[in-house]
């Protein structure tokens, strides 16, 4: 789990995402936080409620298009899988 997408850096990592499942249309896991003292702001942050949400990354395996009358093409995504981290 990086902060704010920023990928540079052992600073930016707060944690990890373990046991990433899709129930329905949500995406479910367990957040584990790094214990390092400096993150307890943002853990305090998550527990109020103050911080509720996170981007999880995906690739996406099948792409409908659709053409409108000028050439232009949406791209939907319909079927897509959560990336895991490397092992």
Same mark, same amino acid.
């Not at 997408?5 to 249309?25: F, K, P, S």
């Not at 000028?70 to 092992?87: D, E, F, H, Q, Y």
């Given at each position: 789990?990086?902060?704010?997408?920023?990928?540079?850096?052992?600073?930016?990592?707060?944690?990890?995402?373990?046991?990433?499942?899709?129930?329905?249309?949500?995406?479910?896991?367990?957040? !584990?936080?790094?214990? %390092?003292?400096?993150?307890?702001?943002?853990?305090?942050? *998550?527990?109020?409620? &103050?911080?509720?949400? /996170? =981007?999880?990354?995906?690739?996406?395996?099948?792409? !409908?298009?659709?053409? %409108?009358?000028?050439?232009?093409?949406?791209?939907?995504? *319909?079927?897509?899988? &959560?990336?895991?981290? /490397? =092992?």
């Amino acid at each position: 789990m990086l902060d704010s997408h920023q990928q540079h850096g052992l600073d930016n990592v707060l944690g990890t995402l373990d046991g990433v499942r899709v129930e329905g249309n949500e995406v479910v896991g367990i957040i !584990r936080f790094s214990s %390092r003292p400096e993150l307890a702001p943002l853990l305090d942050d *998550v527990r109020s409620g &103050i911080v509720q949400h /996170l =981007s999880v990354g995906y690739q996406v395996t099948t792409w !409908r298009d659709r053409y %409108r009358r000028r050439g232009n093409r949406t791209r939907t995504a *319909v079927k897509w899988t &959560i990336r895991r981290p /490397l =092992s």
